[in-house]
């Protein structure tokens, strides 16, 4: 089949080359030169090329402009647009990567607008005179933080999620607290108590155990196994502010009663049984 579409091919060329040569060019005698210059050509990549040159050689098309810019003028002002251009791309790309590498700067009155959005306070590294593990109080209080609700009394610990701009034994405000209560009284915010405020210190920072996330698509053979490690913060729970606290009482102490003496009863003695005598006969 390929040799027979070859040959197809030439004739179909050869018909065209007839048909475009006019008469008198191919009854015209061949002079010397001529075939001198056929025998002296260098052969061709093209077998058909020498024979059948069908289009006579033209000279080169050049293009008339109405500056008075040479060609060289004009490959020198493209080369140096190239470099313009590579040196901008350079710029671009090194802002870039400057601009990622630097985070944004803050400053601290966007720190605290960012604070006190997740519904927390910085206040400043821990004293060594704060009491942190104090005597426990039956007073229990619901707090907001983010988008999680904690049930909280004093000396309790919780993990959130990390929370931004604390450190480790930075002593912290909650301020979005839903609800007080103790054994009297019960609190309700509408959303939030204006004057309560639990208060806490920042014990660690921490990661969640590992999830594993896994995606398939069936029949497509499409599967992606991610793991993800969320990022935590331990708050120890120092105070809660904004309710009345009950009072302690010292517990009664009870005099401890005296154990009657216990009556041992007297001993009595024993009867001494008679010996059993023997008669001789």
Same mark, same amino acid.
């Given at each position: 089949m390929a040799n027979r579409r070859c040959f197809q091919t030439i004739t179909r060329y @050869?018909?065209?080359?007839? /048909? +475009? $040569?006019? @008469?008198?060019?191919t009854l015209a005698p061949i002079s010397t030169t001529a075939v001198n210059q056929t025998l002296t050509a260098k052969p061709s990549h093209n077998i058909f090329a020498n024979e059948f040159n069908v289009y006579p050689s033209s000279p080169p098309f050049t293009r008339n402009f109405s500056s008075k810019h040479t060609d060289s003028e004009e490959d020198d002002d493209e080369d140096d647009d190239d470099d313009d251009d590579e040196e901008d791309d350079e710029d671009f790309e090194g802002e870039e990567d400057h601009s990622d590498n630097q985070s944004p700067v803050l400053s601290a009155e966007d720190?605290? *607008?960012?604070? #006190?959005? /997740?519904?927390? !306070?910085?206040i400043g590294p821990l004293q060594k005179s704060d009491r942190v593990f104090v005597d426990y109080e039956p007073v229990f209080a619901v707090v907001q933080i983010g988008s999680h609700q904690f049930k909280v009394s004093n000396r309790d610990t919780i993990y959130v999620e990390k929370l931004k701009h604390c450190d480790v034994n930075d002593k912290v405000v909650l301020n *979005?607290? +839903? @609800?007080?209560g103790s054994? $009297?009284?019960t609190i309700i915010g509408r959303p939030i108590l204006?004057?309560? #405020?639990v208060h806490a210190v920042v014990e660690e920072h921490a990661l969640d155990a590992k999830?594993?996330?896994?995606? =398939? !698509?069936?029949? =497509?053979?499409y599967r992606r196994t991610k793991g993800h490690?969320?990022? +935590? $913060? *331990? @708050?120890?729970i120092t105070d809660i502010q904004g309710i009345e606290k009950p009072e302690k009482i010292a517990p009664l102490k009870t005099e401890k009663k005296e154990k009657p003496e216990k009556i041992t009863p007297l001993k009595t003695e024993k009867k001494e049984k008679p010996e059993k005598m023997t008669v001789e006969a």
């Open positions: @050869l018909h065209s080359v007839k /048909i +475009l $040569t006019p @008469l008198s060019q720190k605290e *607008k960012e604070a #006190a959005e /997740i519904g927390y !306070k910085v *979005k607290v +839903l @609800l007080l054994q $009297t009284q204006p004057d309560a #405020a999830v594993i996330i896994f995606k =398939k !698509k069936r029949r =497509k053979n490690r969320q990022e +935590l $913060t *331990k @708050l120890r």
